[in-house]
């Protein structure tokens, strides 16, 4: 994960992180979703299929985005869904 995502350094750097913010960043680094977890070349362990934890299909909407309901379709072009 790159810093530009990664709020850690902030408090690496002596910042003080508000309680909104440790919560936004641990659910960065535990969230499943191309939401939470974009996809970034640069860095290998963001390279991964999102699956729905639910149904497991990648169509899902809740693949794209967990606070999205499970539809239970791999169907191309639900609405939420990025494919």
Known sequence: MSNESNLGWL???G???STHEKQAE??????YCHTCR???YKDPD???MR?????GN???PKATDHRLECTNSN???QEGSIY
């Not at 641990?26 to 969230?31: S, T």
């Not at 699956?51 to 149904?55: A, G, N, S």
């Open 58 to 60: 990648k169509r899902c």
């Open 51 to 55: 699956l729905c934890p639910i149904c």
């Open 15 to 17: 910042y003080e992180l």
């Open 38 to 40: 974009p996809i970034d």
């Open 75 to 77: 169907e191309a072009g």
């Open 46 to 48: 963001s390279v991964y």
């Open 11 to 13: 408090s690496d750097k």
């Open 26 to 31: 641990f659910a960065r680094k535990r969230c």
